[in-house]
């Protein structure tokens, strides 16, 4: 029995030693493979644990007119980054950092929400200190040794206003953006193009961010500037070179009166490159710069004259009788519309058709009349005749063909496609009721279903400035010119429209007040009916040396401007701004008929 016992002991202290060997086998061998075989994965994570990537911004593209005026560049501005931490922590550190770089409560809580989407990142708290927030900083390192104050290339709009709605704005990238497949090589705290040509351009202008690293101690403060590994340098991002001229859009931006909205674009026929497009009332893009204020957001957002709406490209308006030249384009080439024959139906002020009658814009009537002097006259009672015997089918699907429906192909991130019915059946289709065949005289003078942005009234007479042909509008010069848009009106046609434009200004017109002294301005009012208030006033117009070519098209919309002479001296004085500086003639400030019969001087080239 004894000896049984003793052999049993023997046995257990056997086997406790067998696994304390074997014990020991497995420790050395995790001993050896941590410190031997994963020495390097461990050294390399101890690295990133004690290093904090920072972001390097690259300078953005600059910006040039035509001439190589600047329009937007960058300066030297500081940023000012937090390293990450927990929320309660964040918020304190954020709090001290309040007073001296005025964060407001709700920027906080702004703050702390992006923080907490990307909680492993150092959190950009702002990208446009003073001089004097950074110094209040430096002088109080020892309170905020996580906070990171850097250098970094500033956006600067130099035209300011004149050039918000054209060039837009940059902005820190915000979450559903980087959560898009476009940006998703973007990191958190890039700035980004937000609108216009900044957001158009966006690749271009944007170049490729740089990093440093920071060493930080176990709390996340920071202990040093330098590590030993290499900072990646940001490379600049490449320039925008424009077909604008940036002498032209600030002058647009001068003669527009500040207490009217609207709009004024100038390209150049044939070409379709972009002169001038301006939209008022605007905005500073460099209110935007660092980011914008919730007080001042909310300024511009509820603001009732609507500044952030680019009127130019996005605005939409009945076209008035600008859009009689498209109606007499259609009627000219389907061979139902003589430019020499007089109406059926004499102008007496209306014209009845059906139970309803059809009013003229004057009421005392013009007579009988031949298309250039209907164009002249502006002649309402003309264009329902030519209306009706083009029919509501054909001049719905010619102005489709005309692209009245359509965009045209601009070079902006936003723009508005024209309102214009392709069919009878788009009547239906858009509200429910089949139309008469007296839609078409609204239709054939610019009112009813008929709505276009300045910018493609500026486009189609563009078209009739040439040879009936113009490609899309471009402000870049950079990438393919845009594809051409055919009108197919014949020259003989197109002479006869062009007559009628001349009447209107340098004859006794519904615009001859705006006739310019050294220059062939032709062109064509609009008064459109606003559901909402005072008809908005249009004019659409050409200039160029007399007995030339035009070289220039201006497209002005004043909202409830009531007649569209009030547009067309805005646009008369752009043309004649742009000539006056191509052909190296001094500016007058007495440029338009009404400006010379207002100070006494003789107007002999208008009749």
């Known amino acids: 029995m004894h000896l049984f016992h003793a052999h049993a002991r023997r046995r257990r202290a056997i086997g406790a030693l067998f696994a304390l060997v074997v014990g020991f086998v497995i420790l050395g061998a995790a001993f050896f493979r ?9 050294e390399l994570q101890a690295e990133a644990n004690r290093l904090r990537p920072m972001l390097l911004p690259a300078p953005r593209g600059t910006i040039f007119d035509r001439t190589g005026a600047i329009i937007a560049d960058n300066v030297p501005g500081y940023a000012l980054s937090v390293l990450p931490a927990k929320r309660d922590s964040l918020q304190a550190r954020l709090g001290r950092l309040a007073p001296f770089i005025g964060l407001t409560p ?7 929400a992006k923080q907490a989407a990307t909680p492993t990142l150092p959190l950009v708290v702002s990208t ?13 390192r020892d309170l905020f040794p996580t906070v990171i104050v850097d250098m970094r290339p500033k956006r600067r709009y130099v035209q300011g206003p004149a050039v918000g709605h054209l060039v837009g704005y940059v902005a820190e990238i915000s979450e559903r953006e980087l959560a898009s497949k476009e940006f998703e090589d973007y990191d958190q705290g890039q700035l980004v193009g937000k609108a216009g040509l900044e957001r158009e351009y966006e690749r271009q202008l944007a170049g490729s961010p ?31 070179h424009l077909y604008l001229d940036l002498g032209l859009q600030q002058w647009a931006a001068k003669v527009f009166p500040d207490s009217m909205m609207g709009a004024i674009v100038a390209i150049e026929p044939g070409t379709g490159h972009v002169l001038a497009l301006y939209s008022q009332p605007s905005y500073d893009p460099n209110l935007f710069v660092g980011g914008v204020s919730t007080e001042v957001w909310n300024g511009l957002r509820n603001d009732p004259r609507h ?29 139902v519309l003589d430019p020499r024959a007089f109406m059926p139906i004499p102008c007496r002020g209306g014209l009845q058709y059906g139970n309803r009658y059809f009013r003229c814009w004057d009421k005392r009537g013009h007579g009988f009349l031949a298309l250039p002097d209907a164009i002249k006259l502006s002649c309402d009672v003309f264009f329902y005749q030519v209306g009706l015997k083009i029919g509501l089918a054909r001049l719905a699907a010619e102005g489709t063909r005309l692209g009245f429906s359509r965009k045209t192909g601009i070079d902006v991130p936003v723009e508005r496609a024209g309102n214009f019915p392709t069919s009878p059946d788009w009547y239906r289709k858009r509200f429910g ?25 500026a486009q189609f007479y563009a078209a009739l400035a040439a040879d009936g042909k113009v490609r ?53 009012t609009g008064t459109s009916q606003n559901p909402h208030g005072t008809d908005h006033a249009w004019f659409v117009g050409m200039a160029g040396p007399k007995g030339g070519k035009p070289e220039i098209v201006v497209s002005a919309l004043v909202e409830f401007g009531a007649h569209g002479s009030e547009a067309a001296q805005y646009a008369s004085k752009v ?33």
């Open 575 to 607: 043309a004649d701004y742009y000539l006056r500086k191509k052909y190296g003639m001094p500016l007058d400030s007495i440029q338009t008929a009404r400006e010379y019969m207002n100070a006494g001087r003789a107007t002999p080239w208008v009749r």
């Open 210 to 240: 740089g990093y440093r690293y920071v060493k930080v101690d176990a709390r996340g403060h920071i202990v040093g500037e330098m590590s030993p590994k290499p900072d990646v340098l940001p490379v600049a991002g490449k320039g925008l």
């Open 128 to 140: 446009d200190l003073n001089f004097d927030q950074v110094s209040a900083i430096e002088e109080r």
């Open 307 to 335: 500044p952030l709406i680019q009127r130019a490209t996005a605005g939409l308006y009945p076209p008035g009788s600008t859009f009689k030249l498209a109606t007499a384009a259609i009627g000219l080439e389907l061979g």
């Open 472 to 524: 899309s509008p471009r402000i870049a010069s950079s990438g393919a010119p845009g594809e051409v848009w055919d009108l197919h009106v014949s020259e003989e046609n197109l002479s006869w429209l062009r007559e009628g434009l001349r009447r209107v200004v340098q004859e006794d017109g519904t615009a001859r007040l705006s006739a310019l002294e050294h220059w062939d301005w032709i062109g064509k």
């Open 433 to 457: 009721w089949k139309p008469t065949p007296a839609e078409v005289l609204s239709l054939a003078i610019g009112q009813g279903p008929d709505d276009q942005s300045p910018l493609k009234m």
């Open 106 to 112: 709700e920027r906080i809580a702004q703050l702390l």
């Open 34 to 42: 941590t410190q031997v075989l994963s020495a390097h994965d461990y």
